[in-house]
């Protein structure tokens, strides 16, 4: 994609994060994007992200989910209070709350897909829904409450 993910926006420090901190060499560096009023992230689970074979191991299920919700609250309170993502101050979030339903084995072959929604913003706080799909079936679902990092925090 020619477009800047939502993790490409975040301030240096924050860039760090073992899920979406495009700075981690040794990270899953995920990338979230706009898709109408979805945030969608495609992941490709490499060998090693097993758990039983031929099966992703559910950490990084709730990884993806959690990291690709924290990044959809950024652009979704960015999107709410009418700026850009390249705007001052840099607008950061948290997990407060993660919450994962495993619905069916997810397996390792092939792409994954997380999309997310909006369920309310309230504040310094963002709920996100998830789900977390491979070969067009839903294997998890999450929410998250996202909580905005503090703006003397972020610069």
């Keep these: 994609m020619s477009k800047k993910a939502f993790q490409d926006y975040y301030p240096d420090q924050f ?6 901190g495009r700075l981690n060499e040794r990270g899953l560096q995920i990338k979230s994007y706009w898709e109408g009023n979805e945030a969608v992230c495609i992941f490709h689970p490499k060998p090693y992200h097993t758990s039983i074979p031929g099966y992703v191991y ?10 690709h919700s924290t990044g959809t609250a950024a652009a979704a309170m960015y999107r709410h209070e009418g700026r ?18 495993y619905l069916r084995p ?18 310094r706080k963002v709920v996100i829904l998830s ?8 294997c998890a679902r999450g929410e998250v409450i996202a909580v ?3 703006e003397h925090l972020v610069k």
């Design 15 to 20: 860039a760090q994060c073992y899920g979406c």
């Design 58 to 67: 559910g950490g990084l299920i709730a990884s993806l989910i959690d990291c």
């Design 84 to 101: 850009g993502m390249n705007t001052e101050p840099p607008l950061r979030f948290l997990t407060a709350s993660l919450k994962v339903d």
């Design 106 to 123: 997810t397996p390792i072959e092939g792409p994954l897909e997380v999309r997310a929604t909006v369920k309310e913003i309230k504040g």
């Design 131 to 138: 789900t977390l799909s491979a070969r067009g079936e839903v």
């Design 148 to 150: 905005q990092v503090p």
